[in-house]
């Protein structure tokens, strides 16, 4: 099982939002690259990163901030927020992340999916974000219409190397992840599914690693306020 600590990012420091709401966060004062050493030191090789400057801008507004984590601390980087162009999943494999997060702009063009699947071969992940079964974009300001089940037969055959779950109902609410839902996304999806929104507990991280076709999860707001320690969190790692 792959533990992904997430780092989310907005005007250089690390934030955490409520469902999604760019008015609902909480600032850290550690520094995102701080942060990421402090992920390494503890002995986690993957990161899940949110650059939410970028999710609102479209640019990608915090590349210095990647390429740094990246050849300091060598850790494998998955990276989203606001990746809309082929130019801009350039960047970003040639900064070194690992797997490259396509969302809105995927499911409002799946031809663009499939384009950078062929392009960048095992660097994209396919990013859902799906409230009451609809998949939603756009940083979660809009519902697409689309049900995730239906949009996932789709493009299931592109090429994606990854697809990371999330329930927005869930995401920062530290309720426990949607696990029904993410088991109906899991048993339908060509490419091993991330779980991410709404971990609470080691025992969440339990629950996943019993889940088929589930290659990991992504753990955010339960480590900024101290309900899952990292020592701990680590230890499943390896059980």
């Not at 082929?86 to 995927?106: F, N, P, R, W």
């Not at 190397?161 to 048993?187: C, H, W």
Request: hydrophobic share 35%; with cysteine; glycine share 8%.
């Amino acid at each position: 099982m792959k533990i992904f600590p997430a780092i989310d990012i907005k005007d250089k420091k690390c934030v955490r939002l409520v469902k999604g709401d760019f008015d609902n966060k909480t600032e850290y004062e550690i520094s995102p690259v701080e942060q990421a050493g402090k992920y390494k030191d503890f002995g986690f090789k993957n990161l899940h990163i949110v650059d939410l400057d970028g999710a609102l801008t479209g640019e990608t507004v915090n590349l210095d901030i990647i390429q740094q984590i990246v050849k300091k601390f060598d850790l494998k980087i998955e990276i989203g927020g606001g990746i809309r162009n082929i130019e801009s999943i350039q960047k970003y494999t040639d900064a070194g992340a690992e797997k490259v997060i396509l969302g809105s702009a995927a499911i409002k063009d799946k031809n663009f999916l499939k384009k950078a699947c062929e392009k960048f071969p095992n660097k994209i992940a396919l990013g859902l974000d799906a409230k009451d079964g609809y998949l939603s974009v756009s940083g979660w300001k809009e519902n697409s219409n689309q049900l995730t089940l239906d949009y996932l037969k789709e493009v299931n055959n592109y090429g994606a190397s990854r697809l990371i779950y999330t329930d927005i109902n869930r995401d920062g609410m530290k309720q426990s992840p949607n696990f029904d839902e993410t088991s109906k996304v899991a048993e339908i999806s060509s490419c091993p599914v991330i779980i991410s929104g709404g971990v609470s507990s080691i025992d969440d991280i339990k629950k996943a690693k019993n889940l088929k076709n589930v290659e990991g999860i992504i753990v955010g707001k339960a480590i900024y306020d101290g309900d899952i320690k990292l020592d701990e969190l680590v230890k499943e790692l390896d059980a």
